[in-house]
Antibody
Framework: QIQLQESGPGLVKPSETLSLTCIVSDYSIKSGFYWGWIRQPPGKGLEWIGSIHHSGGNYRNPSLKSRVSISVDMSKNQFSLRLNSVTAADTAVYYC?????????????WGQGTLVTVSS | EIVLTQSPGTLSLSPGERAALSCRASQSVSSNYLAWYHQKPGQAPRLLIYGASSRATGIPDRFSGSGSGTDFTLTISRLEPEDFAVYYCQQYSTSPFTFGGGTKVEI
């Protein structure tokens, strides 16, 4: 059964870069699906960050686009998120998730989420 | 950007009652690319409905979705204790994909 697990530092200093990896288990990332990142500030709603296909094609939320990069590593069966120039407003639980096979699909499998706090 | 407005903000009901949650979009959601999730405290969201009306794998038939265009509804026919949670709608027809602000279903 497919599982997703986020990993990365739980604390990042302001102006630095947040880096997270999503490790996919029991499912090949090359199977043609899209993969995404979503975040949720404490006590608030959900915000889509961006999505990527194993071929490398990706698209990002324009509100974050200039600061976000998403990549995929097929050899390790994982995909990653980098968000630079972080501020306190980037403090959130970050989730990785699987989308369907199309560029327009819902998120059907989610990781458990990881809290990232931006603070000095 | 498509803005999704969910109502009511909070729904206070009892087990066994019927719940109807609304999700209204600021512009038409093409191809009914509208999903519903619920989220319990400390957990990740779980997909309930996709394509406005198709139940995800393993979701009981007391959950149903309806609507098209700009108005969508999630109905829970008889609330079970495990259904008390926050519910989110999401559109995936137009980038950026957006979520509604959520409806809390409480006892």
């Amino acid at each position: 059964q497919i599982q997703l697990q986020e990993s990365g530092p739980g604390l990042v200093k302001p102006s630095e870069t947040l880096s997270l990896t999503c490790i996919v288990s029991d499912y090949s990332i090359k199977s043609g699906f899209y993969w995404g990142w979503i975040r949720q500030p404490p006590g608030k709603g959900l915000e889509w960050i961006g999505s990527i296909h194993h071929s490398g094609g990706n698209y990002r939320n324009p509100s974050l686009k200039s600061r976000v990069s998403i990549s995929v590593d097929m050899s390790k069966n994982q995909f990653s998120l980098r968000l630079n120039s972080v501020t306190a407003a980037d403090t959130a639980v970050y989730y990785c998730a699987r989308m369907g096979p199309g560029a327009h699909d819902s998120f059907d499998v989610w990781g458990q989420g990881t809290l990232v706090t931006v603070s000095s | 950007e498509i803005v999704l407005t969910q109502s009511p903000g909070t729904l206070s009901l009892s087990p066994g009652e019927r719940a109807a949650l609304s999700c209204r979009a600021s512009q038409s959601v093409s191809s009914n690319y509208l999903a519903w999730y619920h989220q319990k405290p400390g957990q990740a969201p779980r997909l309930l409905i996709y394509g406005a009306s198709s139940r995800a794998t393993g979701i009981p038939d007391r959950f149903s979705g309806s609507g098209s265009g700009t108005d969508f509804t999630l109905t829970i026919s008889r609330l079970e204790p495990e259904d008390f949670a926050v519910y989110y709608c999401q559109q995936y027809s137009t980038s950026p994909f957006t979520f509604g602000g959520g409806t809390k279903v409480e006892i």
